[in-house]
């Protein structure tokens, strides 16, 4: 199993200009989550989604949008990226949700720079 | 305000010490979550934990609800535990925050 696979792996983008980034998990997973990580600072949830067709705003959802047409797949959308999002990001997965303790298993990180 | 504290947030230790990572929050969780970074960016979850004590293999998590407060302990460390230790928290629904990781260095 491949489990969580994010592409692409490193992506620089000038201000202005849109992108989607991939996660694709094979596990059979309901929920899926989209973080940032910056120096300094812990993950900060951007959005996440608790079955196929639904999604939620996590902490730091502004300038980001999210889709979950298939059960494997969550896209993370960037319509107009700013510097303010050069960041790393990280796609994560899990059986159920954090009240029913199933770990997340993460993908391992896009590297975004913005100029 | 719901806050995360890691302490320490770097730690370099002699192969074979025994290791504690602590972790304290704000106010009542749900459940508490101990993950590694490794250097190359991945990460790993280690335990998932909402009361008592769970072990895996050299690695010990415990949680203290009445406190507050959670501890990572590795036994004999060894280099290769050399990590980033990141603990996160979820008050409630599904949501978590993470605190910002203490670095581990284990030396030869």
Known sequence: ?????????????????????LCAQDMNHEYMYWYRQDPGMGLRLIHYSVGEGTTAKGE????????????????????SAAPSQTSV???ASSYSGVQDSYIQYFGAGTRLSVL | KNEV??????????????????????VGISALHWLQQHPGGGIVSLFMLSSG????????????IQEKHSSLHITASHPRDSAVYICAVAFTGNQFYFGTGTSLTVIP
Do not use: W
Not at chain 1, 1 to 21: C, D, E, I, Y
Not at chain 2, 5 to 26: D, K, R, V
């Open chain 1, 1 to 21: 199993n491949a489990g969580v696979t994010q592409t692409p792996k490193f992506r620089v983008l000038k201000t202005g200009q849109s992108m989607t980034l």
């Open chain 2, 53 to 64: 004590k769970k072990k895996h293999g050299r690695l010990i998590a415990t949680i203290n």
């Open chain 2, 5 to 26: 504290e890691q302490s320490p947030q770097n730690l370099t230790a002699q192969e074979g010490e025994f290791i504690t990572i602590n972790c304290s929050y704000s």
């Open chain 1, 89 to 91: 990001y990280f796609c």
């Open chain 1, 60 to 79: 730091v959802p502004d300038g980001y949008n999210v889709s979950r047409l298939k059960k494997q797949n969550f896209l993370l959308g960037l319509e």
